[in-house]
């Protein structure tokens, strides 16, 4: 009878990768930046990159309870950006990655970066997206108008809006309003965005237009060449 050979193949983890960028100890950082780590080795010839595992925490060493995890299944294999909403302005994070080989194993964890990101000093910008425009006449006492807001920090914008000369309205998260009982004549609408850091428009979105509900009114118009 034959002898039986076995052979047992040993799949070495990974190289452990390293953190490029942000830099360590990196400041003003994007609250959505971009992580890249280094290219993937592997002392196995063969071996290639399958999948990413990158964690990002508040607590250096910790990563129990992470702000951030891509899971074990990333295919953001070497960079990644943070989604928005994740990481807050002017807060410390640290952050590591490892990674995964075609035999599905893993490498150890890279040694740990932080970086800080940037406070908010940029205002939001406001933008009317329908209702009358400026310049119109409308023959109706009622009117609609929607608006959306632009940031450098894109969640978490409120809006107060004004008509005329009364006061501004409280800051809320509608980005639409109807407007009734609107008597004949001139009427400037105005809204205001603002961001989680208290940044308010310095130049909201109006719309200046005419009402004509009156018979008289509208027979004017209509007789006009």
């Known amino acids: 009878q034959p002898d039986t050979i076995t052979v047992t193949f040993i799949n070495n983890r990974a190289d452990t990768p ?17 992580l890249t780590a280094s290219e993937f080795s592997d002392p ?16 250096s060493g910790d990563y129990s309870s992470p702000v951030f995890d891509s ?20 807060t410390t994070y640290y952050w590591h990655v490892r990674y995964k080989d075609s035999r599905g194993t893993w490498s150890e964890f890279s040694r740990e970066t932080s970086f800080t990101t940037a406070d908010d000093i940029e205002s939001p910008d406001t933008f009317l997206i329908s209702g009358p425009e400026d310049g119109s006449i409308i023959l109706a006492n009622s009117a609609i108008f929607t608006w ?5 920090i894109q969640w978490n914008l409120t809006y107060a809006t004004k008509l005329d000369d009364n006061a501004w309205s409280d800051f809320g998260p509608d980005t639409i309003i109807y407007i009734s ?18 940044n308010e428009d310095p130049t909201p979105a109006f719309s200046s237009f005419s ?5 008289e009114a509208v027979t004017n118009l209509q007789t006009q060449p």
């Open 18 to 34: 390293l953190n490029i960028s942000p830099l360590d100890g990196a400041q003003s950082e994007s609250v959505t930046p971009i």
């Open 44 to 59: 196995d010839p063969g071996d290639t990159h399958d999948a990413t595992h990158w964690q990002i925490s508040l607590t």
């Open 71 to 90: 899971g074990e299944g990333s295919n953001d294999l070497i960079e990644m950006e943070v989604p928005a909403g994740v990481l807050d302005i002017t």
């Open 148 to 152: 959306e807001g632009t940031d450098n």
């Open 181 to 198: 009982d609107l008597r004949d004549g001139l009427h400037t609408f105005m809204v205001k965005a603002r961001d989680a850091s208290g």
């Open 211 to 215: 009402v004509h509900t009156s018979p």
